[in-house]
């Protein structure tokens, strides 16, 4: 059975701080790896990985895919309050066309 | 303009009644999908449509149903319903040739008595 997991599942953190959050998955024929971040609603887009070892970045934001591990990680760097969120990473296999979501990680940023 | 939008934004029903969520996109993508979202368990699929013709079940879809009424509108109906689905329910959309990138509409939240 195809699934995501996400770790920690929360994480508090002060504002200047580094965190890095994780993502495991199993699907079948792996094609793609997302991370989302939901602030308020509705989850906005952040990266989208498909290949090993190539970091993405957005900012103070990156990410980057371990395929022999099976894993990814979110990385943010001199954290603000307004990174706080709760962040999603989502998995898609070339057999299916939707996407397998994780629980997410909350993630809160303190002045 | 939002390109996604969901009504209603939230929503308090009673056990057995039919309530119906909306869903409009103004991005012209074919492909729509129904997510709840519950604590601790992540965004759940409950249904997508590939086309007008074409509605599939997602991996929660028992006590759903869903109409693609045009390429811009899809509808989730909770025919009876129950306390356990109260969520936040999110529409979204993708185009085929992108599919891994998916635009969420703003959720409708829903609470069942």
């Known amino acids: 059975e195809d699934k995501v997991v996400q770790s920690p599942l929360s994480l508090v953190v002060h504002e200047g701080d580094t965190v890095t959050l994780n993502c495991s998955y199993e699907?079948?024929?792996?094609?793609?790896l997302l991370w989302y971040k939901q602030e308020k609603k509705a989850p906005t887009f952040l990266f989208m990985l498909t290949s090993s070892g190539i970091e993405k970045k957005s900012g103070r934001l990156s990410s980057i895919l371990d395929k022999k591990e099976l894993s990814s990680i979110l990385n943010i760097t001199a954290t603000q309050t307004g990174d706080s969120a709760i962040y999603l990473c989502?998995?898609?296999?070339?057999?299916?066309?939707?996407?397998?979501f994780g629980t997410g990680t909350r993630l809160q940023v303190f002045p | 303009d939002a390109d996604v939008t969901q009504t209603p934004r939230n929503r308090i029903t009673k056990t057995g009644k039919r309530i119906m969520l909306e869903c409009s996109q103004t991005?012209?993508?074919?492909?729509m999908y129904w997510y709840r979202q519950d604590p601790g368990l992540g965004l759940r699929l409950i249904y997508y449509s590939f086309d007008v013709k074409d509605i599939n079940k997602g991996e929660i879809s028992d006590g759903y149903s869903v109409s693609r009424q045009a390429q811009a509108k899809f509808s989730l109906s909770l025919e009876s319903a129950i306390p356990n689905q109260t969520a936040l329910y999110f529409c979204?959309?993708?185009?085929?040739?992108?599919?891994?990138?998916?635009?969420f509409g703003p959720g409708t939240r829903l609470l069942v008595l």
């Open positions: 699907v079948t024929n792996f094609r793609s």
């Open positions: 989502a998995v898609e296999g070339y057999n299916t066309d939707k996407l397998i």
């Open positions: 991005k012209g993508h074919d492909r």
């Open positions: 979204a959309t993708s185009d085929p040739g992108q599919q891994e990138t998916q635009y």
